[in-house]
């Protein structure tokens, strides 16, 4: 099998692509790359469970490091905007590019779990992940991809969030 990088957001996510992945005869490298979580005890607890999918599924997992000054300044002036507006697209240029830079490392191809999200365009994430070479077009909400890593992350006992990520997220599920 050849290998890839999954940019991973979270274990439940993932769960659903490495299957599609290894039905294309590819095995995944997890690549935790979310600056953008918040708090830091979250961004440790979704590890946690990437770290346990991991195990499970015996692939590779590697955490990147938590950086949130620095991709707060990246979405400056976009706090206030809704959920899948322009935060969220230089939030996904900002892993992405972090998943890129690993793959690249690695001379391997990258791809992402965001896809899997019905709350995020994945005509949106394409036009991000397209501004980097070898960039891998996988739609995994497709064939009902979101349900089946909900039936995953049960069956395998992850943790399942209940806000995307960032504080802004955060605050805007509190108010709901
Ligand atoms: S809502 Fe989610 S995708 Fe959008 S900026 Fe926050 S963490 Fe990133």
């Given at each position: ?11 439940p ?9 290894a ?6 490298v ?147």
């Open positions: 099998m050849d290998k890839c990088v999954l940019h991973t957001c979270c274990g996510c993932a769960s659903h692509c490495c299957y599609v992945l039905d294309a005869g590819k095995k995944p997890l690549f935790y790359s979310n600056s953008n979580i918040s708090p830091f005890e979250e961004f440790v607890r979704r590890w946690e469970n990437v770290k346990k999918l991991a195990g499970i599924l015996g692939v590779e997992a590697v955490c990147d490091h938590w950086d949130h000054e620095l991709w707060l300044e990246a979405v400056k002036g976009h706090e206030t905007d809704p959920e899948g507006g322009e935060r969220c697209r230089l939030c996904f240029a900002f892993n992405l590019k972090r998943a890129y830079e690993f793959a690249s490392a690695r001379g391997l191809e990258f791809t992402t779990s965001l896809t899997v999200s019905p709350y995020k365009n994945s005509k949106t994430l394409f036009e991000v992940g397209e501004a980097f070479p070898n960039f891998l077009k996988f739609d995994f909400k497709k064939k009902d991809g979101y349900k089946h890593s909900v039936e995953l992350s049960k069956e395998y006992g992850l943790y399942r969030q209940n806000y995307c990520g960032c504080e802004f997220s955060l605050s805007q599920r509190e108010k709901e």
